[in-house]
């Protein structure tokens, strides 16, 4: 079976819209197309903007922020003294996609609740056990 091109499907990405002022002072919401109709549409009282992304796109993004994670917490790792014990084994991030596709790392003091998040929980592999080499008798 020869495996689908799926980095050209599109995904929907719908977040907060951006908000502007108009010369009345009044704020007005923009939304892009396709769905002009639902200018009122709100998620938790918030005003909402729908825009499409390339799942390549999306996976590139998620791949270069995996990566640079993974070389962050490896260096804290080495920073270790070996004589403390200490293992790192386990880390939470909540990430944030925004409407280009962009992958953002939530900091303390964003509710994650309602928001939309993604939670990324990565856990130390265990390493295979070598085996004993059996004795013959």
Same mark, same amino acid.
């Given at each position: 079976?020869?495996?689908q091109?799926?980095?050209?499907?599109?995904?929907?990405i719908v977040t907060a819209s951006?908000r502007?002022?108009?010369?009345?002072g009044q704020?007005?919401?923009a939304?892009?197309? !396709?769905?002009p109709?639902?200018?009122g549409?709100?998620?938790?009282?918030?005003?909402?903007?729908?825009?499409?992304?390339k799942?390549e796109n999306?996976?590139?993004?998620?791949?270069q =922020?995996?990566r640079?994670?993974?070389?962050? =917490?490896?260096?804290a790792?080495?920073?270790?003294d !070996?004589?403390?014990?200490?293992?790192?084994?386990e880390?939470k991030?909540?990430?944030?996609?925004s409407?280009?596709?962009?992958?953002?790392?939530?900091?303390?003091?964003?509710?994650t609740?309602?928001?939309?998040?993604?939670?990324?929980? =990565?856990?130390r592999?265990?390493?295979?056990?070598?085996?004993?080499?059996s004795?013959s008798?």
């Amino acid at each position: 079976m020869q495996e689908q091109d799926w980095g050209n499907e599109e995904l929907w990405i719908v977040t907060a819209s951006d908000r502007q002022e108009s010369q009345s002072g009044q704020k007005t919401v923009a939304f892009s197309p !396709p769905n002009p109709t639902r200018s009122g549409a709100t998620v938790s009282g918030e005003a909402i903007k729908e825009s499409r992304v390339k799942a390549e796109n999306l996976a590139a993004q998620m791949s270069q =922020f995996v990566r640079v994670i993974g070389r962050v =917490f490896a260096d804290a790792q080495k920073q270790i003294d !070996p004589q403390a014990g200490l293992q790192l084994d386990e880390i939470k991030l909540a990430v944030d996609i925004s409407a280009k596709g962009e992958i953002k790392l939530l900091g303390t003091g964003i509710e994650t609740s309602g928001k939309g998040a993604i939670e990324l929980k =990565f856990k130390r592999a265990e390493l295979p056990k070598k085996s004993q080499p059996s004795e013959s008798v």
